[in-house]
């Protein structure tokens, strides 16, 4: 089993300020992290190489600095890890990325599986694991809760979707889309820490991937942002004080009026 | 999507007006002129900016790209339980007021296994013409039937705007379309306004957790696509004298086939409401203390007709089951009422149910961030107020 993994470098978004008076991010000191739900990407293919033997492989496109999340995988006892990484890479919309990492799978070969998180949690937009799928022309099997079974040419998966569980059998390779759901992710062990301090991670660039300038980075992503703005803020409410008693009548006027209007 | 950004040497002062302009920290003064780093993304903030029009942006008209002829806004309507989702009608409300800038037809594509009922109702809703393909194979969502009939309707339909809801199935379905279609999606929109002078659809779509608004274009390549989130857009009053045309599409040979094949449906358990759709949402926080003391909230919840959430301390620490956690990690909800119970209010959390309606928190420390964005903010034990409630509830019901 080959299974290969795509994570990404984001900076914590709790921690990300806004400058008031442009309008604009204050990424300076804010922590670069590994995207949350990439944890459980990674977990769900180190459980199934445990189970069924193989390898699994992190894979990231990012600047330079984006290796640290790859030494993180290896500590959490991936493989390998490849870093996607060139100055013609930035500036990458969703569309570019997916390109990008469904070139990797494919100078990589022989790849069954490909597991991504959820979403990023920078962008939030879930569209990098479908886009894999479709530049691959594979299945895909999106908001994963559990994969129930794998073997050498199938997989078995539940979707949590609006309403219930979607159970979804289907042949590999396939690309999957994990939630918080599928696991609990490992911590590094003391010997996979020590592996990661040296391991060897290549980095290919976008000829090592036989990629045209025109599909990567800026040039190759459609979408482009033209405006940010802080959020519209909610303005505080009224603050209710007073004995429990009190206040639960208070708080049942405020249920009960709003349910009675609906 | 050759385009490319110039700071004419000559007419540059370095005065530095375009580095204060730049969103993304692009532009910095080296030697006395303005230089642009690769963070640039071609927004064009800086070009208005400069007093001495010393930037030159180069961009690809839409005619150069090929992507002239395509107009009006296409809605992909969402199907459950054999019927019209909600959010497909608050697409078309959002598609009718597009197309009053865009000009072209509002049109929705419905791929079901029986769609009479559901032809009349997007009819009904504002849609002037409905691809329809029925076929008893497209009874529960797919992705690549899906994905492939949707293709091919775009494709021979040519709309400039392709919407579809931000559902699980809406952002399965869309990316694999957009990029196959080799054209830009935009994801979770909140926002939708047609800018008729660049002929673009303006995308705005909360990022970096709720932090920002960014507001997002695709320009040269058609359509233009977004995800839309549910509850935002108002659908428009149903009108029985609205008329629409009805496009019968047949499925080609191979088509309807897929490899990822769904074997079973298992509908969430009863009492455990989704808490996406839920219209009221009582959920609690680390200050709930324990798993037991959810009992209170499910009693509460149960007593309004809502469901329970969770915040990421609660359901790391085992209190509640991930499907109720709201919040980042979690589900983005806008509830009717969201009553928080000992939920401080982190802006992990606050991104996810920020869009109630009204947000009611209950909390013992006067300090927590929660009662800076609340409607209505109690400052109380949770164990002494919410007893109290559920009895103040049920004597007022008798």
Same mark, same amino acid.
């Given at each position: 089993m080959r299974i290969l993994v795509a994570i990404k470098q984001v900076p914590d978004t709790a921690e990300v300020r806004i400058d008031?008076?442009?309008?604009?991010? !204050? $990424?300076?000191?804010?922590p670069s992290i590994m995207n949350p739900f990439d944890a459980y990407a990674l977990e769900e293919g180190l459980r199934w190489r445990d189970a069924l033997g193989g390898e699994v492989i992190a894979v990231t496109m990012g600047?330079?600095?984006?290796?640290a999340i790859l030494r993180e995988a290896v500590s959490m006892g991936v493989d390998a890890a490849i870093l996607l990484s060139d100055?013609?890479?930035?500036?990458?919309d969703t569309w570019a990325t997916s390109h990008t990492l469904a070139a990797a799978v494919r100078k990589l070969g022989g790849v069954d599986l490909v597991i991504t998180g959820k979403?990023?949690?920078?962008?939030?937009?879930?569209q990098t694991g479908p886009g894999i799928a479709a530049s691959l022309n594979w299945p895909q099997i999106t908001?994963?809760?559990? !994969? $129930?079974s794998l073997d050498a040419t199938a997989i078995v998966a539940e979707r949590d979707v609006e309403g219930g569980v979607e159970v979804v059998e289907c042949p590999l390779p396939v690309v999957l889309t994990v939630l918080k759901d599928a696991n609990v992710p490992r911590m590094p062990s003391l010997r996979g820490k020590m592996k990661a301090r040296t391991a060897e991670i290549p980095r290919w660039g976008r000829t090592d991937l036989g990629l045209e300038e025109k599909d990567t980075g800026l040039e190759g992503s459609p979408t482009r942002v033209v405006r940010i703005a802080t959020p519209e803020s909610r303005p505080g409410g009224t603050i209710h004080t007073g004995t429990a008693e009190d206040l639960a009548v208070k708080l049942a006027d405020i249920l009960l009026g709003e349910e009675g209007k609906a | 999507m050759t385009a490319s950004i110039e700071i004419l040497q000559p007419s540059?002062?370095?005065?530095?007006a375009c580095v204060s302009s730049c969103p993304f920290g692009a532009i910095s003064l080296v030697d006395g002129t303005a230089s642009v780093s690769e963070?640039?993304?071609?927004?064009?903030?800086c070009e208005s900016s400069c007093p001495f029009s010393a930037i030159l942006l180069r961009r690809r008209s839409v005619e150069e790209a090929g992507a002239s002829g395509w107009t009006g806004t296409m809605v992909y309507a969402e199907q459950r339980d054999g019927s019209v989702d909600r959010s497909a009608l608050e697409l078309l409300g959002a598609a009718s007021r597009l197309s009053e800038a865009e000009g072209g037809p509002v049109t929705a594509v419905l791929l079901t296994a029986d769609g009479s009922e559901g032809c009349r109702t997007l009819i009904r809703h504002g849609a002037e013409r409905i691809y329809l393909v029925e076929d008893p194979a497209l009874g529960h969502y797919c992705t690549e039937p899906s994905a492939r009939l949707l293709l091919r309707i775009i494709r021979q339909a040519k709309p400039a705007v392709v919407l579809a809801a931000a559902t699980t199935t809406g952002r399965d379905l869309m990316p694999r379309v957009a990029k196959l279609l080799d054209t830009g999606l935009t994801a979770d929109c909140t926002g939708l306004e047609y800018d008729t002078e660049k002929d673009s659809l303006l995308q705005t779509r909360p990022a970096f957790g709720g932090n920002i608004m960014a507001t997002i274009i695709c320009e040269h390549?058609?359509?233009?696509m977004a995800t839309v989130r549910p509850r935002v857009m108002k659908a428009l009053e149903a009108d029985e004298a609205r008329q629409g045309e009805i496009v019968r599409v047949e499925p080609l040979?191979?088509?309807?086939?897929?490899?990822?094949?769904?074997k079973e449906f298992i509908p969430v358990?009863?009492?455990?409401?989704d808490i996406s759709e839920a219209r009221v949402i009582v959920s609690g926080g680390?200050?709930?203390?324990?798993?037991?003391?959810?009992a209170l909230l499910t009693e509460i919840a149960g007593l309004l007709g809502g469901s329970v959430g969770a915040s990421r301390a609660a359901v790391d620490s085992g209190?509640?089951?991930?499907?109720h956690q709201v919040g980042q990690t979690g589900k983005t909800v806008q509830p009717g009422i969201y009553l928080a119970c000992g939920?401080?209010?982190?802006v992990q959390h606050r991104v996810g149910m920020q869009s109630s309606d009204r947000i009611i928190a209950v909390n013992r420390?006067?300090?927590?961030?929660i009662f800076g964005f609340c409607d209505e903010g109690f400052v109380a034990d949770i164990f002494e107020i919410l007893p109290a409630l559920a009895r103040e509830i049920r004597r007022r019901r008798g």
């Open positions: 008031p008076d442009r309008g604009t991010l !204050v $990424r300076d000191g804010v600047p330079p600095q984006a290796e100055r013609a890479f930035a500036g990458a979403q990023a949690i920078d962008g939030d937009t879930a908001f994963v809760g559990r !994969v $129930r | 540059c002062t370095g005065c530095g963070a640039c993304t071609l927004c064009g903030a390549t058609r359509p233009q040979p191979g088509e309807l086939e897929t490899r990822a094949r769904m358990e009863e009492g455990i409401a680390r200050g709930m203390k324990s798993p037991e003391n959810f209190w509640m089951p991930y499907p939920i401080s209010g982190a420390d006067a300090s927590a961030p």
